[in-house]
């Protein structure tokens, strides 16, 4: 995309969204009028549209940049795609890093900085699409799986310190019990639901159906790469998946002096570095090829963290290569180097 005339920055609250306006003239950077606030909801989206299109600003010479905030800027993304502009969504911290934190704060002021940075910064911003409804509504399902677990695993924690307690309480109990037969019930729904969701697509039937002939892969596991494959289309390399995953190990030298241990940066989507953590656990005890590098690293004095971690950069390695190959997994595959062929 070739760089825009105008730039404009959004930022989103609850209730309400404010947007300035912007554009470059002669290499100076300058707000066009004074940032203007509508309301969050569907009735006001018209009026801004129209704000737009009465300042020139239309899909063929603008960008509009806006932070992610979760569900509150959900309708106002999709009706700027569904009308046209190329839209890109952020995130905050980036955002607030381009910028001194002095001055005002205030949503004028951060609008404005929206718009400067979409500017300043518009050979690295990606645009956003919105997801297909079923991968929408797959993701959703996976959270609301994810929230009812934690609740589960809280009910069964304070079950068992109740009954440890001298003085039983039977009511307290029961309360406990019944709620995770419930959340039980409801977590097993979920599971059913994306499944049949997931076989109503070809595509994604087969992509899930790839994933879960790889030793350790679930259907829970193999439903969150969907998601992060669909949304991510730079994922699909394993070193830029461990990246995003938060599993890649980084160097921390810098001089003479500092020679800190390589280590990952300890954060990435929760629910998919657990579900790999867990698929690595698996293949270390039920796969012999696994067993047998853990056990090796060991009696190398390697910490079981870092074994693990390595582990799981090996399963995204096979995952990577059998969506890239569209093949099922092949036990006991050996790698041949492509000049070896030709001998």
Known sequence: MEKPEYYVGIDIASTSFCAAMGKAIKDDWRLLEKPKKFENEYDSLPQFLAWLQQNQIRPQNAIVCMEATGV????????????????????????????KPVGH?????????????????????HLWRPRAEMLEQIKTLLVTREQLSKQKSAHLNALRALQ??????????????????????????????????????????????????????????AANLLVTFQSNPQCFQPKSLAAFIGICPYQHQSGSSVHGATTSRHYGPP?????????????????????LYFYRKLQEAKPKKLIINNIENKLLKIICAVIRTQTPFIVGYRSVHPQLLSC
């Open 72 to 99: 509150y800027n959900e309708l106002l993304a999709h009706f700027l795609v569904a009308n046209g502009y190329a839209l890109a969504i952020q995130p905050p911290l980036e955002v607030q890093r381009a910028f």
């Open 105 to 125: 704060k205030s949503d004028p002021v951060d609008s404005g900085q929206i718009a400067e940075y979409a500017y300043r910064f518009f050979d690295e911003l």
């Open 164 to 221: 440890r307690k001298v003085v039983h309480t039977p009511l307290a109990e029961q309360v406990h019990e019944k709620e995770i037969n419930q959340l039980k019930l409801h977590i097993r729904a979920i599971e059913l639901e994306i499944e049949h969701l997931i076989d109503q697509d070809p595509t994604y039937r087969q992509f899930v159906g790839l994933l879960m002939t790889i030793p350790g892969v679930g259907l829970l596991l």
């Open 271 to 291: 629910a998919l570095r657990r579900l790999l953590f867990l698929a690595a656990l698996s293949v270390r005890t039920h796969q012999s090829q696994f067993r």
